[in-house]
């Protein structure tokens, strides 16, 4: 059973920086991938970014792009995603989610996904 805990959500101002982590337990993951994503009030669950466990291959959304950096750490079997120059739209419950068989057609589809975390609240005022 693979658990992924999110940490780092918070209130931050516009312009400002955050910085999410994801940890992994039950498994070392050496292959799949990791992604984020978020879902704001009234709105669908929507993909951030994603990398790939074995090659860290990356992945974002048009949205944050430039401003949203996913990476990950191998021996803390950790994932992490730096986000900069925050605006109020980014302010969503965000989550982490893993699987081992997510081909690059569906890594952007959060029904790819086994394995979620219980989100972490970001908000950004304005």
């Known amino acids: 059973q693979v658990q992924l805990v999110e940490s780092g959500g918070g209130l931050v101002q516009a312009g400002g920086s955050l910085r999410l982590s994801c940890a992994a337990s039950?498994?070392?993951?050496?292959?799949?991938?990791m992604a984020w994503f978020r879902q704001a009030p009234g709105k669908e669950r929507e993909f951030v970014a994603g990398?790939?466990?074995?090659?860290?291959?990356?992945y974002y959304a048009d949205s944050v792009k430039g401003r949203f950096t996913i990476s990950r750490d191998n021996t803390k079997n950790t994932v992490y995603l730096q986000m900069n120059s925050l605006k109020p739209e980014d302010t969503a419950v965000y989550y982490c989610?893993?699987?081992?068989?997510?081909?690059?057609?569906?890594?952007?589809?959060?029904?790819?996904?086994?394995?979620w975390g219980q989100g972490t609240q970001v908000t950004v005022s304005s």
């Open positions: 039950g498994r070392t993951f050496s292959s799949g991938t």
């Open positions: 990398i790939t466990w074995s090659a860290g291959s990356t």
């Open positions: 989610a893993a699987d081992l068989g997510v081909g690059l057609t569906g890594i952007k589809r959060a029904a790819e996904y086994l394995y």
